[in-house]
């Protein structure tokens, strides 16, 4: 079955102890991207990476990192996290030549004290 | 860079009503047009797209949309609504990069 699957789904943590929320997809994409949805603003985007080793900003990337080591993988890193970045995080994928259309992980909804 | 205005905030409609979400868009070039649908709980879903030709586009659901160039708009309609569609709606443009830029969404309660 085609899918994003992102890990873990709920985390709750506390200011600066550093985590990663992991995403993986199996439909071979080239395209991975990470977003954060917060009431009232819509999703906007933190980071992207059009294929292995590519990576560039969106949006909103203070406070955080990503590498993209393997074309399957792309994991998001809050290096000290803080309550601001209190949020539900999406990843989401595409082939290059699909116009756009993203499929998107389940969600990890994480909360920092 | 594309942005996406979504007019409303909260729209609560009784069951059977009809639905129409109002989505606006600015960008002067060729644009790939989605509305993506988010149950309570649950991650975002296609609901319909909208890349060429027939600017009538029929989605899941009984869901549509219609993409009007010279008002720079795509609103999504429905007949028909159920209670099964309540949920958070976005409009979403990918234009000029391959970047997908997304309106702030429409919550959609239906009563019973």
């Known amino acids: 079955e085609a899918q994003v699957t992102q890990n873990p789904r709920y985390l709750i943590t506390v200011t600066g102890k550093k985590l990663t929320v992991t995403c993986s997809q199996n439909m071979n994409h080239e395209y991975m991207s990470w977003y954060r949805q917060d009431p009232g603003l819509g999703l906007r985007q933190i980071y992207y990476s059009m294929n292995v080793e590519v990576t560039d900003k969106g949006d909103v990337p203070e406070g955080y990192k990503v590498s993209r080591k393997e074309k399957r993988n792309f994991p998001l890193i809050l290096e000290s996290p803080s309550p601001n970045q209190t949020s539900l995080y999406f990843c989401?994928?595409?082939?290059?030549?699909?116009?756009?259309?993203?499929?998107f992980g389940p969600g990890t909804r994480l909360t920092v004290t | 860079a594309q942005s996406v205005s979504q007019h409303n905030h909260h729209v609560i409609l009784s069951e059977a009503a009809s639905l129409e979400l109002g989505c606006n868009y600015s960008y002067g070039g060729t644009v790939n047009l989605f509305w993506y649908v988010q149950y309570p709980g649950q991650h975002l879903q296609l609901l319909l797209k909208y890349f060429s030709g027939d600017p009538l586009v029929k989605g899941i659901k009984g869901f549509e949309a219609e993409f009007i160039k010279s008002k720079f708009s795509f609103n999504l309609r429905k007949p028909s609504v159920q209670w099964s569609d309540t949920a958070e709606y976005f409009c979403?443009?990918?234009?000029?990069?391959?970047?997908?830029?997304f309106g702030k969404g429409t919550k959609l309660s239906v009563i019973p």
């Open positions: 989401a994928s595409r082939g290059l030549a699909s116009s756009y259309e993203q499929y």
């Open positions: 979403a443009v990918g234009a000029g990069s391959y970047q997908l830029t």
